[in-house]
């Protein structure tokens, strides 16, 4: 099946920082999705980008399927950024089924 | 927007005891539902998907004699733990696509289980 890397696994930061959380993906694939994971597991669900760019605030991200990774922009990052998020990619052959990366554990420190 | 209502949100309980956990598509018709479950501090990991009208599928190493599921219609889908132990505490959530294929997943907000 697809393999999914994302990094950096933790990321500390000082409020008003920005980052980027990088996901790359092994096979093509239709679906890709980056979600927020609040501290009660509700998962946030941030960008619907198989390819292409899009932005929502201080979010943004960019997905390169011909080269198989996607990027999340973080912009002025606030404390309540905080929590893990999450890449998630349907692979071409596996009908819908999601495949999620390990996270990256952002905190962001006041 | 699609939205996914999962219930109930938390349950503790005794060991032994069946416990089913309910995953709704509020405001649109999902003929294919997925139930993941999630470990402290680790990823989402798909354990079954749930065809409407149709036996699930489960992935390799999930058993499907202790994770029932049930996909009777086009809304509902029930994932049922049957003599649950400590071992199958957990994280579970459910997602559901609108349609088939390449569209973003629905996702409910999780039902912690706790067995005691």
């Known amino acids: 099946g697809i393999q999914v890397e994302q990094s950096p696994p933790d990321l500390i930061l000082q409020e008003g920082a920005n980052s980027t959380l990088r996901c790359n993906f092994s096979?093509?694939?239709?679906?890709l999705q980056w979600f927020h994971q609040n501290p009660w597991g509700q998962l946030i669900n941030l960008f619907y980008?198989?390819?292409g760019t899009k932005q929502n605030g201080r979010l943004s991200a960019t997905t390169v399927a011909t080269e198989r990774y996607s990027l999340l922009y973080i912009s002025s990052s606030q404390t309540t950024d905080s929590g893990v998020y999450f890449c998630a990619v349907m692979e071409r052959t596996s009908g819908s089924r999601l495949t999620f990366g390990e996270g990256t554990q952002l905190t962001v420190n006041p | 927007g699609a939205v996914v209502s999962q219930h109930p949100s938390r349950v503790i309980c005794k060991s032994g005891t069946s416990v089913k956990i309910e995953c709704r598509s509020l405001?649109?018709?999902?003929?294919?539902m997925f139930w993941y479950r999630q470990f402290p501090k680790q990823s989402l990991m798909l354990m079954a998907t749930?065809?409407?009208?149709?036996?699930?599928?489960?992935e390799q190493g999930v058993e499907k004699d202790k994770f029932l599921i049930n996909h009777a219609s086009l809304t509902l889908s029930t994932l049922t733990v049957t003599s649950a132990h400590p071992e199958d505490s957990s994280f579970y959530i459910c997602?559901?696509?609108?349609?088939?294929?390449?569209?973003?997943?629905?996702f409910g907000d999780g039902t912690r289980l706790s067995i005691l």
């Open positions: 405001d649109f018709q999902a003929t294919t």
């Open positions: 096979d093509s694939v239709n679906n």
């Open positions: 749930s065809n409407e009208g149709s036996k699930a599928t489960y």
């Open positions: 997602s559901a696509n609108e349609r088939a294929g390449s569209q973003p997943q629905h």
């Open positions: 980008i198989p390819s």
